[in-house]
């Protein structure tokens, strides 16, 4: 008899254990699950007379951030690729913005930056341009431009540490990051869940 109550408290005690353990991290995975996936704004003004449609896709603790770059107000003549690829994602704790509502924080590390030349007119303008200190963009090939000096411009290097915040609102998503750890707002365009 003795030893049913010793296999009894045992068992309950490995419920209650296994019960603890999972509801520690359901709030992460749970933040997780919730980005997961590609969201997608609507077709903007760029730089230079160009159209943008900026893409986030989130897969575990990858973060990818692409501008498809347009030379036609429709968002409809490829022009560039700039595509920026992040690791280390992690969603952490719900913090209030500046003004008021409710967001929560994230961390990535930087991987790197890469544009890829749609047509020959986007390399031939950067070649112009001698973009980051390069004058060898080519059709069809990606350049990697992590780290370098573009213009008044100094990239980011890889592996830099980016702290940011967002806000979900049912299938839209608002967000931004930088390499402070002490952001409190997101920006206004609004990213649609794909």
Request: proline share 0%; hydrophobic share 30%.
């Amino acid at each position: 008899m003795k030893n049913i109550y010793i296999i009894l408290i045992l068992f309950f005690s490995f419920t209650i254990y296994s019960c603890a353990k999972k509801s520690d991290t359901s709030s992460t995975t749970t933040a997780t699950t919730e980005l997961e996936g590609t969201w997608t704004s609507s077709c903007y003004s760029g730089w230079d007379n160009h159209y943008i449609i900026k893409t986030i896709t989130v897969t575990g603790s990858t973060l990818v951030i692409k501008w498809d770059e347009h030379s036609d107000l429709n968002c409809i003549t490829d022009y560039a690729i700039w595509t920026d690829t992040h690791s280390s994602f992690y969603i952490g704790d719900e913090a209030t913005l500046d003004n008021g509502s409710t967001g929560r924080k994230f961390t990535m590390k930087l991987d790197s930056l890469e544009v890829y030349m749609q047509t020959a007119t986007a390399a031939t303008d950067y070649n112009n341009y001698v973009y980051c200190g390069d004058s060898d963009y080519a059709l069809n090939t990606t350049k990697d431009y992590t780290g370098k000096t573009c213009g008044s411009d100094v990239k980011w290097a890889a592996n830099t540490d980016l702290y940011g915040m967002y806000v979900l609102d049912g299938s839209s998503l608002l967000s931004s990051y930088s390499t402070s750890d002490n952001v409190s707002s997101v920006g206004s365009r609004v990213y649609t869940k794909q």
